[in-house]
């Protein structure tokens, strides 16, 4: 072979070559659009996947439903762009196809999708939250359930549960009006500001939890010395009524004794009434 013919062959080798990459480029462009698109996919299905009932103030179904469509509109594209390549085999039509008609769909979805997903991290802590915070005031509520004129009869001061219950129905309410904030503020594709919202629902929502953290400890106490009480009262009683039960037994068993020697003929009839009324004026 000569220095024409080498040279002619290592051309059409670097071409192949040349041909090869370009082919490679475009398949994986292809498999990162779509395996990019899927991941986001998934992602977001996690965030719906809880059933919280404050989605809908939020709209969040209209979102998703949004996104959906755009996910759609890419895969119908895709596959198509797919099974017309399988047909002709063109691989420069298929690239046009991806430039021009797959970029900017997998574009406009990842943008859509990346923007909802970073904008709805507050509004997934709230739905997320807020539920138990609920059921931790009902929880409060029933801690906080006593007769309180009766404190006056144990070692423990009201005043503590009431400043606390204080304290867990402002956090509450601080909460639950930041919510009300960011359902008006929060856009699930524009350009949502934070402004603090997380760090303040974050603060508060400490507070609640420790405040009724302490509601539990100091109100199982309360209940604690109620009991005692109550045990202690209900010795007292027994023993009055232990008390008081001694004397009328032993009165009627004297008087059944004075019987005894009435029927034996040891005491007159008169004795035996005498003795049997002063016996009945001690019970």
């Known amino acids: 072979m000569g220095f024409f013919e080498d040279m002619y062959k290592m051309k059409l080798d670097a071409q192949r070559q040349d041909y090869e990459a370009q ?3 475009i398949s994986d462009f292809f ?15 996690k965030i719906i996947e809880p059933d919280f ?16 469509e755009k996910y759609r509109q890419f895969w119908e594209a895709a596959n198509r762009a797919r099974d017309n390549h399988k047909q002709s085999g063109d691989w420069a039509q298929f690239r046009e196809v991806i430039s021009e008609q797959l970029h900017p769909l997998a574009l406009d979805y990842t943008t859509s999708a990346g923007r909802f997903g970073s904008n709805a991290v507050n509004v997934g802590i709230f739905c997320s939250t807020w539920p138990v915070v609920e ?7 029933a801690h906080l359930d006593f ?3 009766e404190f ?41 500001e934070d402004k603090g919202w997380n760090s303040e629902f974050k603060l508060q929502l400490g507070i609640f939890e420790k405040t ?18 109550w045990e202690i009262k209900k010795q ?7 008390t008081t039960a001694q004397p009328v037994e032993d009165a009627v068993s004297r008087i059944e004794k004075l019987g005894g020697l009435l029927n034996k003929g040891l005491i007159t009839q008169v004795e035996y009434d005498k003795k049997k009324a002063k016996l009945l004026e001690e019970i």
Do not use: C
Not at 54 to 66: C, I
């Open 147 to 149: 007769d309180y004129e």
């Open 236 to 242: 007292v009683q027994l023993t009055q009524e232990a």
């Open 23 to 25: 082919i490679s480029a």
């Open 212 to 229: 009724s953290t302490d509601i539990e400890k100091f109100s199982n106490h309360a209940r604690s010395l109620f009991r005692k009480l």
């Open 31 to 45: 498999n990162e659009l779509t395996e990019d698109v899927n991941k986001l996919f998934e992602l977001l299905e």
């Open 135 to 141: 059921d931790a005031m009902e929880q409060n509520v």
């Open 53 to 68: 009932s404050y989605f809908t103030d939020f709209k969040m179904n209209e979102a998703f439903n949004e996104l959906d």
């Open 152 to 192: 006056t009869e144990i070692d423990f001061d009201p005043n503590i549960l009431y400043g606390l219950k204080d304290t867990a129905e402002k956090s509450y309410f601080a909460m639950s009006e930041l919510g009300g904030i960011l359902i008006q503020e929060w856009t699930p594709f524009g350009d949502y």
